[in-house]
């Protein structure tokens, strides 16, 4: 069975800095991974998403993330943190063959918190 | 802009009613998600639906059922709340595709009291 292990639970960053929030995932092949953002009272917003080929993807509002096959992992990283980045953050693995409908695993979450 | 609209943002419904929560998307997706978003669980799946009148149960489908009778709109109904479906609840669409990212909506605050 997949799932997924976001082992930070919060996260307070300086604004300025820089921000890693880990993934780790459990998949028997090759996943499909994604990065969703969910602001305060809001739904959730795609971020960037892995399947294939470059394993550095890049994503909206300045992120990015490695997929590393080694370590089961799919860190999502900002080189310098915004105030407005202050969101929860969802990791999520997919199959890769599901009979036509993709079942989502979600991570349960990063809370980032930014100071000034 | 593409759009997934929750009909209601907040709701409190007393224990024993039925509580319906409707979906709406604009995209034509074919594939649409009833979440349930509890703090310290993450996202679970509680029913997704892949066509018109097609449904599947996900993870924690007890105590509620869904409904699909037009392709752009997506019930939840919780057929007698109970105290423990306090919680938010998320609709998303997506294409069929496995390569897609699903579209959410901006949620439904449930309060059962």
């Known amino acids: 069975a997949q799932s997924v292990t976001q082992p930070d639970i919060h996260i307070t960053v300086s604004e300025g800095a820089s921000l890693e929030l880990r993934c780790n995932y459990s998949?028997?092949?090759?996943?499909?991974l994604f990065w969703y953002v969910q602001s305060p009272g809001q739904g959730l917003q795609l971020l960037l998403k892995?399947?294939?080929?470059?394993?550095l993807v890049q994503g909206i509002k300045g992120f990015e993330a490695e997929f590393k096959r080694s370590q089961s992992s799919f860190n999502l990283r900002k080189p310098s943190v915004h105030w407005s980045d202050a969101a929860e953050y969802f990791c999520?693995?997919?199959?890769?063959?599901?009979?036509?409908?993709?079942?989502?695993?979600f991570g349960i979450g990063t809370k980032l918190q930014v100071i000034p | 802009d593409v759009k997934v609209t929750q009909s209601s943002r907040y709701l409190v419904k007393r224990t024993g009613e039925k509580v319906f929560l409707e979906c709406v998307q604009d995209?034509?997706?074919?594939?649409m998600f009833w979440y349930r978003q509890d703090p310290g669980l993450g996202l679970r799946l509680i029913y997704f639906s892949y066509d018109v009148k097609m449904k599947e149960k996900g993870d924690i489908p007890e105590g509620y059922s869904v409904s699909r009778e037009k392709k752009e709109r997506f019930s939840l109904i919780l057929e007698s709340a109970s105290t423990n479906q306090t919680s938010m609840y998320l609709c998303?669409?997506?294409?069929?595709?496995?390569?897609?990212?699903?579209?959410f909506g901006q949620g439904t605050r449930l309060t059962v009291v």
């Open positions: 995209m034509d997706h074919e594939n």
């Open positions: 892995y399947f294939s080929g470059d394993t």
């Open positions: 999520a693995v997919g199959p890769m063959n599901s009979g036509g409908y993709q079942k989502v695993t």
């Open positions: 998949y028997g092949a090759t996943p499909y």
């Open positions: 998303a669409s997506s294409l069929p595709a496995l390569n897609t990212e699903a579209f």
